[in-house]
């Protein structure tokens, strides 16, 4: 049995994606409307693994501190009754030496979860995270790579102040860190961190930009290079997924560039006839996009996360690139009478025994 806290938020939806994909199963997911219920209450006092993600990062307020603080003890308060506690795992920030209210609840919660597991012989694991960047992070919150993506997809002009070098670790690896820690205990492994200024970070984006509204996947040199670009391609979504391609007509015809990459890349046609639906799954880091070769369809698109379904009619006529944002659910359905014939791209071959597909009705 696992408990996690913040599950809403940022590290919590991506703990969500990490047990859907592994088929974790007894997982109690504690948000701000479920953790004063009975049932949670319950859950915790049973639990074996107690994962803490929740707290407040940024707040108008005076009172951050306290709050944390109070949110801290009131679990302790329960886990103190807990027989078969056997691990806490808390989630830390290098700004846990900061005289701000933010570092100083970090530092003071180490503190008290160090003597609370001490006390009580219960192991503990405390993850002093660093820069975290990943699809879902809030901007101008406490990423700077989400808000430097979201200003730059939206034609902001982000303004570098002081250009210091980061440390950016992205979240998925945070994630596996995090679940291989309840049984045993270990570190994050350095070659999970990329070290960059902020000036050759903003150059970065602005290039994908640049590579993503004229269609060109970039050569991704390294994961951390695939991770950022599919970090900045999610604050594209819902509005500026559909993208433009460039026509030329003469004599002969048309033709249009659906297409280009700088490293191979799998494309693929289908036909879907009447009254059939493709899809209905998301990937984690897949880049995929298709466009419509002849007929009328309609795809639906939902972030896993979210109620709200986006609906776009799209065909043939129209010549527009559909882009696939990663972890967002999609289909692909025809209702007319006319057969379906759509051209796929994805940025790696297919491999049936590692699709990064998986099952999630729209």
Known sequence: MIAITGANGFLGKHCKIYCKINDIKNVLFIDKKNFRYNTTKNFLLECQYFIHLAGINRSSKSDLYKNNLDLNKYYLDILSKNKNLKKIIFTSSIHRNKNNQYGRSKLKTENLLKNFCTSRNIKLKIL????IFGEFCKPNYNSVVATICNEVMNNKEFKIKIN??????????VINNIFSNLKKNKLINNKHHTNISLHNLLIKIKGYKADYFNNVIPDFKNNFELNLFNTFRSYAFPKKII???????DKRGSLWEVIKSKKNAHMFMSTTKKNNVRGNHFHTKKIERFIIMSGCGVIRFRHIFDDKI?????????????????????????????ELITLFYSNEIYNPKKTDTYYEKV
């Not at 002093?128 to 820069?131: E, F, V, W």
């Not at 609906?311 to 972890?327: A, E, G, M, R, V």
């Open 310 to 338: 986006h609906k776009f009619k799209i065909n043939s006529k129209d010549k527009n690139i559909i882009d696939i944002p990663t972890y967002c659910t999609h289909n692909l359905s025809n209702n007319e009478s006319k």
């Open 128 to 131: 002093i995270l660093t820069n």
């Open 164 to 173: 210091k070098n980061i440390k950016l670790i992205y979240v998925k690896d």
């Open 243 to 249: 993208l433009k391609t460039k026509s030329f007509s």
